[in-house]
């Protein structure tokens, strides 16, 4: 794989010139953020050679490489799921191709479901933790992972930081990653508030294992678009994830592009 990972680099790189220290994976609904970019150059996954493309509604699969604040960003807009068919391989082949790029820091978003009552639609939230609810390597009951290799206290900070800053409010709770497609039961996201999860979704987790794991400082940030199942009468739906995530775009990128130019990767 390392020399596909080469070439996947080179790739991008021969398209865009990038050389970069910083990135951010956009989720569902959540890809305007590029727009702010400037000097543009979109490269399409289907460009770069061995790369898989989402088929999820709201990833659009291309990468976007620009400037802010005169400093280089890698956005890839779209990632790869495991109820879409694809392995872990190929789950964290994003992470894994930033690394073989150079990357030091990278955000990583989804599109989540609120457990909490007063995380209401429209939240963003700061992963400082998350749950393995898959029981993909057994039925053991999952315990909440907060190791200092994948929750740094320092970006948290920052991310706290740029929420003053920029006036857009953001909270801290733990993930739970669940296998989809299907969303969770009433009696799942009980289960899954009982262990200590305060939002639900099918990603994320994965890409923040292995960023630790390969020495990427990262962020996770969710963008809250609904209450999971049994939390309210109504029911749950992709469009209320594209149409809450829409809503919220504006002040989302307006934070993380605040936590993009301040992180420090030296």
């Known amino acids: 794989m390392s020399k596909e990972l080469i070439s996947m680099a ?32 979109i490269i399409p996954y289907e460009k770069v050679p061995g790369y898989p493309k989402p088929s999820v509604e709201g990833h659009s699969g291309e990468f976007v490489v620009g400037t802010l604040n005169g400093e280089e960003i890698l956005a890839a807009k779209g990632r790869f799921h495991y109820y879409e068919g694809f392995d872990f391989p190929e789950i964290t082949l994003p992470i894994r191709l930033l690394h073989e790029l150079g990357i030091a ?3 990583i978003t989804n599109s989540a479901g609120s457990l909490r ?28 992972n907060k190791k200092p290799r994948y929750y740094n206290s320092e970006i948290l900070a920052l991310a706290k930081k740029c929420s003053l800053k920029t006036g857009v409010q953001i909270k801290e709770g733990v993930y ?3 296998l989809g497609p299907a969303y969770e039961t009433p009696d799942e996201v009980k289960f899954i508030q009982n262990l200590g999860g305060d939002a639900v979704g099918m990603s994320t987790v994965p890409e923040i294992q292995m960023a ?15 209450f999971a199942a049994g939390i309210t009468k109504n029911p749950l739906s992709h469009d209320e994830v594209i149409e809450t995530a ?4 504006n002040q989302f990128s307006k934070l993380v592009t605040e936590i993009l130019i301040e992180a420090d990767t030296n």
């Not at 990427?216 to 678009?225: P, Q």
């Open 246 to 249: 829409d809503k919220v775009k």
């Open 10 to 41: 080179e790739t991008i790189r021969s398209y865009s010139g990038f050389q970069g220290k910083k990135a951010i994976i956009l989720g569902s609904g959540l890809g305007s953020l590029p727009d702010q970019f400037e000097n543009k150059t």
């Open 117 to 144: 009552k007063n995380y209401h639609p429209g939240t963003l939230m700061a992963m400082n933790g998350h749950l393995d609810c898959t029981f993909i390597e057994g039925p053991e009951l999952p315990t909440i």
């Open 105 to 107: 820091f990278v955000i």
């Open 176 to 178: 739970c990653w669940t």
């Open 212 to 226: 630790g794991e390969l020495g990427i400082s990262s962020l996770g940030i969710s963008c809250l678009t609904n």
